[in-house]
């Protein structure tokens, strides 16, 4: 092909493709994404307009004419004008739609009323801005809801009080296009119904309620109405126009309560039974099934009952009951019968006896005892009370209070005896009640050990305690039987002296220490009397002894010197502890270096006269320092140990650190040397001892960061050449 030929074929296929773009101005498509619904429904609805391919203007206008359906808003554009005269037109300026490109236009709306289902034409005419226009049909359908909504429910029911507030509603459904009204359509039909007039002349009054999520009601004041029957009906209607009617409906006004009474038994009667039917009457001037309680003691009994004449039995004892009856008809009115009460009687009184098993004798036997009758009551000339004793005889006795109290000697003859008490009901039903006792001889034990404490520690050395002890009975008869006895080591029975009634033994005693209890027992048939005594063994207070935890033990060999005191007698307290309440200090006098601690053991006290103080040693009783005619014959006491000075020492001694010392020769720099240590000494114990420690502190502080003697030329030089 030579390249003239493939130009003109490349010529005629763009010629091809540019024919129809050079004649066609646009061309528009219309969609909408509408589906079908019911009539009066609202629905949103978008129009799009598509500018095709191959157009050669924007469309900057598009009217819709829109019909079937009530436009309730139009969805502003930006850019775009929107008029809405007969039809809908959109225009802009701005924001034509050029080819290839589409725009959404939405309407808010509402379906018109159909009498069947029906379709719509919307013409869309879109406009370039070349000035030409392309018609357009968009179909839209609308449903027709051919059924009346559906009523599920209705109120009131078959009872109503009438009161001012009485709430009428119906419930119905229509998913279709919803509810749209309802009415109460109301009658007083009592009389209607009472002369058997035909229901067709009933003469009903129309209301309307308001319908709220498939209910809808009214509350209605009834109170002016009249007791008796009401007629009522609803009407339902749908949006669609549609209307469902309820039957014919009937409620009763009622304000008037069941009526009750009691039939049987009558109020207050005795009864001899075991089971007691309760006869009662219930009634309602409308309602024919009634629920009742029959209250017994308290007790509510359910019956459900639609008879005028009903029984109820109840198990019964002895005993008063109080019953009474209430009923509740439909519309929650109660009526309550007056409460009767009857009184079950079917044996004796109630007799209970409490005495004490056994009883000594010598005191007075205690009876407690309570007679009841539940039914008629107790006849209280009928009780009567005795006691039998071991041969039979009969002693009658007085019931005080509910109590009965029997006086016995110790004479009297031990063994069982017999409570019996009598007593009958108002009826005269009668109860015998006994009860028996026993009446013992005593006897009383004496006991006693020597000694009450023991020291046994010493190895293999057995000790004996002495127990001793008498018997006798109580009437002052002495047993001639024997008396055993539990023992610390061993237990043995030993013989009662018939004459005295006295008893002993030898209680080996354990090397084990604690306390330790030792016991007589007498057996006297079936009782047994005892008696016990304790001993204490191994280390105790008053052993003479000092046992580990005691201080001393009787007497003491301490002196009030040894606890700080310069004068008395130190004691030892029953609690084996140191007493120091006799010991003292005398009160001191006089100023100057004539004064000693109380740590030294000496005091202060004048003597010679009362001016002049003295010093003296209250271990010793020496004067050690006064006056100075006494000095002399006082110092050569050579049992002073403690001294201020070499003077208080006596002959041959010197002072040394408070203490008196052999005196010693001292000679050349000693005495310097020992002079100038005791005036250091001495300086240093008039010192506080935590500013002692201060100064050595900043002593070696000052020492070790600043107080060095500075290199000069002679030390460089003698580090030079090495001299020391």
């Given amino acids: 092909m030579t390249p003239r030929k493939r130009g003109l074929d490349i010529l005629v296929v763009l010629s091809l493709l540019l024919v129809p773009i050079a004649f066609a101005t646009h061309s528009a498509t219309i969609t909408t994404t509408y589906t079908p619904l019911y009539e009066t429904n609202p629905v949103n609805i978008t129009i799009k307009v598509d500018n095709g391919l191959f157009s050669s203007a924007s469309i900057n206008n598009v009217n819709i004419q829109t019909s079937g359906f009530s436009i309730q808003s139009i969805v502003p554009l930006v850019g775009w004008t929107i008029t809405n005269n007969n039809s809908i037109n959109f225009l802009t300026l701005t924001d034509a739609i050029s080819n290839w490109g589409s725009q959404n236009f939405g309407f808010s709306a509402l379906a018109q009323n159909v009498n069947q289902n029906t379709s719509f034409n919307w013409a869309v005419t879109t406009t370039d801005t070349a000035g030409d226009s392309q018609a357009n049909v968009v179909q839209l359908q609308i449903l027709n809801d051919a059924t009346p909504p559906s009523i599920t429910g209705t109120m009131p029911g078959l009872f109503i009080s009438g009161n001012n507030n009485e709430l009428f509603s119906v419930d119905a459904n229509d998913p279709e296009t919803g509810i749209a009204s309802s009415n109460l359509h109301l009658s007083n039909c009592d009389l209607i119904f009472n002369n058997a007039t035909n229901s067709s002349s009933i003469v009903y009054s ?10 809808c009601s009214s509350a209605q004041d009834l109170s002016s109405w009249n007791e008796g029957d009401m007629c009522f009906y609803y009407d339902v209607s749908n949006k669609g126009g549609e209307t469902a009617l309820t039957n014919n409906l009937t409620t009763i006004i009622d304000r008037t309560p069941p009526s009750t009474a009691l039939v049987a038994p009558a109020n207050n009667v005795l009864l001899n039974a075991t089971s007691v039917d309760l006869q009662f009457t219930a009634q309602d001037n409308y309602d024919t099934q009634l629920d009742c309680n029959v209250v017994v003691n308290g007790n509510a009994n359910s019956v459900a009952t639609s008879q005028i004449n009903n029984t109820y039995a109840i198990p019964v004892i002895d005993g008063t009951y109080a019953w009474s009856v209430s009923c509740t008809d439909d519309v929650g009115l109660t009526g309550t019968s007056p409460t009767n009460t009857f009184t079950v009687d079917n044996q004796g009184p109630n007799i209970t006896i409490v005495v004490p098993a056994v009883n000594d004798r010598g005191s007075n036997v205690v009876i407690d005892t309570t007679i009841t009758d539940a039914g008629s009551g107790v006849n209280q000339g009928s009780i009567a009370a005795e006691i039998i004793d071991i041969n039979s005889n009969v002693t009658s006795v007085t019931i005080s209070n509910w109590q009965i109290t029997y006086p016995t000697t110790t004479a009297t003859i031990p063994g069982t005896y017999t409570i019996r008490i009598t007593a009958q009901d108002n009826l005269g039903y009668a109860t015998i009640q006994t009860a028996q006792f026993r009446i013992r001889e005593t006897y009383n034990i004496a006991l006693a050990i020597n000694p009450v404490k023991i020291d046994a520690s010493t190895p293999n050395l057995t000790l004996y305690a002495n127990l001793t002890g008498t018997i006798v009975r109580d009437d002052g008869a002495i047993p001639s039987n024997t008396i055993d006895l539990i023992e610390i080591v061993q237990n043995e029975t030993v013989t009662i002296d018939n004459q005295t009634g006295a008893f002993q033994a030898q209680i080996e005693i354990p090397q084990t220490t604690g ?50 005191y310069s004068q008395g007698t130190v004691s030892c307290t029953a609690a084996c502890t140191i007493s120091t309440n006799q010991c003292s200090n005398p009160p001191q006098s006089g100023s100057g270096s004539s004064k000693r601690s109380r740590s030294s053991n000496f005091v202060v006290q004048n003597i010679v006269t009362p001016a002049i103080p003295v010093v003296t040693d209250t271990e010793s009783s020496g004067i050690i320092e006064g006056p100075q005619q006494l000095q002399a014959t006082e110092i050569n006491n050579s049992t002073i140990s403690e001294c201020l000075k070499d003077g208080d020492c006596g002959n041959g001694k010197q002072c040394n650190n408070g203490k008196c010392e052999k005196a010693q020769t001292r000679k050349g720099s000693s005495i310097g040397i020992g002079a100038g240590w005791s005036i250091f000494t001495n300086i240093a114990r008039s010192l506080n001892r935590n500013l002692i420690i201060s100064l050595l502190v900043i002593g070696a502080l000052l020492y070790i960061f600043g107080f060095r003697k500075k290199e000069d030329e002679w030390d460089r030089y003698f580090k030079r050449f090495k001299h020391n």
């Fill in 206 to 215: 129309t209301i309307s309620l308001s319908c709220t999520n498939g209910v």
């Fill in 515 to 564: 306390g330790f209890t030792i016991t007589a027992s007498y057996t006297n048939g079936i009782d047994i009397f005892t008696a016990t005594t304790a001993i204490a063994v191994g280390p105790y207070c008053g052993n003479g002894v000092v046992d580990v935890g005691e201080q001393c033990d009787g007497s003491t060999i301490a002196t009030c010197s040894s606890y700080g």
